[in-house]
C-alpha cells in the first residue's frame, strides 16, 4: 500500500508539472545595410583617438546627393574621465562604394 501511494505521489507531481517549454526567439535579424560603414567609422574613429574607448554608438541616417551617399553616425567615447561625442561623416560612391571623405566633429553632448 505504501509503495502505491509513493508511486500515485510521483505519477500527480509528474503530470502536474508543465511540459511545454517556450520557445526562444532569436533577436538576430538580417544586417542593416549601413553596418559596413558603421564599423569603418568605428575602427577609424579608434586610430583617431587611440586612447578612448568607444561606448556608444549612433546611426542618425544617411543622405544621399548625385552621386555619393554620406552615412552619418554619432559615437561616444570616454578617454579617462573625460566623456565626449565625435560625429562621423563618411561620404562614398554611391555605385563603387569607395570612400571619398571621412569628417570627424567633436561634441560635448
Known amino acids: 500500500m505504501r ?3 509513493i508511486a500515485l505521489g510521483i505519477i500527480i ?3 502536474s508539472t508543465p511540459t511545454h517549454i517556450p520557445s526562444i526567439a532569436n533577436a538576430q ?3 542593416p545595410a549601413y553596418a559596413k560603414w558603421g564599423q569603418l ?3 577609424e574613429t579608434k586610430s583617431k583617438y587611440p586612447n578612448a574607448d568607444i561606448i556608444d554608438y549612433l546611426h542618425e541616417g544617411s543622405e544621399s546627393k548625385e552621386n555619393t551617399t554620406i552615412e552619418k553616425f554619432k559615437l561616444w567615447l570616454k578617454d579617462g574621465n573625460r566623456e ?3 560625429y562621423v561623416r563618411i561620404e562614398y560612391n554611391t555605385e563603387t562604394e569607395e570612400v571619398v571623405n571621412i569628417k570627424f566633429q567633436e ?3
Open 3 to 5: 509503495k502505491t501511494i
Open 13 to 15: 507531481t509528474a503530470n
Open 29 to 31: 535579424g538580417e544586417i
Open 41 to 43: 567609422a568605428m575602427s
Open 84 to 86: 565626449f561625442g565625435v
Open 107 to 109: 561634441t560635448s553632448r
